[in-house]
């Protein structure tokens, strides 16, 4: 069975600290996602990466870094957290087929970040 | 698509009858995909449908089907006999350019036994 692996399921951090959240695939994909989930406001984009050491910028990057070493592998970094990153943050991933995302994405089971 | 809008932030339905959700999106391409995921309080997404723009035929997966609409840029997501199970929040996702997803707000469903 195909799977998105997020490392924590649930995480309380204090205000200030260096936050991973770490993601990890194994089904080879190229592409891999971290959105942020918080109510109605839906999924949005932080950053995506279509292959090792490459990222990009989502709509919403700010107060957060990446980090994607080996390809199974894709992290979420937030430098000095801040109360207003509490979320529900979910990793994706789908492969690269040349027709866009024709598969759609292989969602983790999300992790939710509280800080305080 | 640049903006995805799911008008109904959420609905009931009883168990066995049909609900119709509805999402409309903005886009300039020609030639995408289409998805809708669910999301039960287990929190997992779980992809339910895919379309492709292309294709005039509505997709259909046991009791899901779409009623797309390319012109009108419409695709909404019907799902008959309903049950109990399928309370969960149902997003919305057009392909928004090269490989990602848009997503849009969500829509609550609630099935009453």
């Known amino acids: 069975d195909v799977k998105v692996t997020q490392s924590s399921r649930y995480l309380v951090k204090r205000t200030g600290e260096k936050v991973f959240l770490e993601c990890v695939q194994d089904?080879?994909?190229?592409?891999m996602f971290w959105y942020r989930q918080d109510p109605g406001l839906g999924l949005r984009l932080i950053y995506f990466s279509y292959d090792v050491k490459m990222k990009e910028k989502g709509d919403i990057p700010e107060g957060y870094s990446v980090s994607r070493e080996k390809k199974e592998r894709f992290s979420l970094i937030l430098e000095s957290a801040s109360t207003n990153q509490t979320s529900m943050y979910l990793c994706?991933?789908?492969?690269?087929?040349?027709?866009?995302?024709?598969?759609?994405?292989?969602f983790g089971s999300g992790t939710r970040l509280t800080v305080v | 698509a640049q903006t995805v809008t799911q008008s109904q932030p959420e609905m009931s339905v009883q168990e066995a009858e049909t609900v119709t959700l509805s999402c409309t999106y903005d886009?300039?391409?020609?030639?995408?995909?289409l998805f809708w995921y669910k999301q039960p309080p287990s929190r997992q997404m779980i992809l339910v449908i895919r379309?492709?723009?292309?294709?005039?035929q509505n997709a259909t997966e046991n009791r899901f089907s779409v009623n797309f609409q390319k012109a009108a840029k419409s695709f909404s997501l019907k799902i008959s006999d309903s049950q109990l199970g399928d309370a969960a929040m149902y997003f919305c996702?057009?392909?928004?350019?090269?490989?990602?997803?848009?997503f849009g707000k969500g829509t609550k469903l609630t099935v009453n036994p």
């Open positions: 379309q492709e723009a292309y294709k005039q």
């Open positions: 886009t300039s391409e020609s030639d995408y995909y």
């Open positions: 994706a991933s789908s492969m690269s087929d040349g027709q866009g995302a024709s598969e759609g994405y292989t």
């Open positions: 996702a057009p392909q928004g350019g090269s490989e990602k997803l848009v």
């Open positions: 089904m080879d994909h190229e592409n």
